[in-house]
C-alpha cells in the first residue's frame, strides 16, 4: 500500500558523488532498501536499512562507498553515493521490506513488496 517516489538521479563523471531520494506516502514499519538495475542486467540489492534502527546492510560492491539513510519523521529514505564506478550506472529502485529470517534474504528481491518508478543514474568514465 506504500506510494514511493525516487528522485535525485542524473549523468555524472566517475569519482562523483550524488544523492537520492524516495518520499514515501504510506507506513513504513519494517525496512527499506535501494536495488539497481542495468541495461540487460537483472535487478541487483545495493543496500537496506530497518526503519526504527537504522540498522543497515550493503552489497560488497558499494560497501564503503555508499551510505544508506533514513528519515523518520519525513518518511524518506536516503542513498548518499560517492567514488562512482560506470559500473554503478543504472535505474535505482527504492522498496518496503518484510520481515526476513536471515541477512542473506535482506538482498532478495521477492522480500521487498511496494517499489518505487525508479531513477536513472549514469556514470561516465
Known amino acids: 500500500q506504500v506510494q514511493l517516489t525516487e528522485s535525485g538521479g542524473g549523468s555524472v563523471q566517475a569519482g562523483d558523488s550524488l544523492i537520492l531520494s524516495c518520499a514515501a506516502s504510506?507506513?513504513?514499519?519494517?525496512?527499506m532498501g535501494w536495488f539497481r538495475q542495468a541495461p540487460g542486467k537483472e535487478r541487483e540489492f545495493v543496500a537496506s536499512i530497518s526503519w526504527i534502527a537504522g540498522s543497515a546492510y550493503y552489497s560488497e560492491s558499494v560497501k564503503g562507498r555508499f551510505t544508506i539513510s533514513r528519515d523518520k519523521a519525513q518518511n524518506t529514505l536516503y542513498l548518499q553515493m560517492s567514488s562512482l564506478k560506470p559500473d554503478d550506472t543504472g535505474v535505482y529502485y527504492c522498496a518496503t521490506r518484510r520481515v526476513v529470517a536471515s541477512v542473506a534474504d535482506i538482498q532478495v528481491a521477492a522480500n521487498y513488496d511496494s517499489w518505487g518508478q525508479g531513477t536513472q543514474v549514469t556514470v561516465s568514465s
Open positions: 504510506g507506513r513504513i514499519s519494517i525496512a
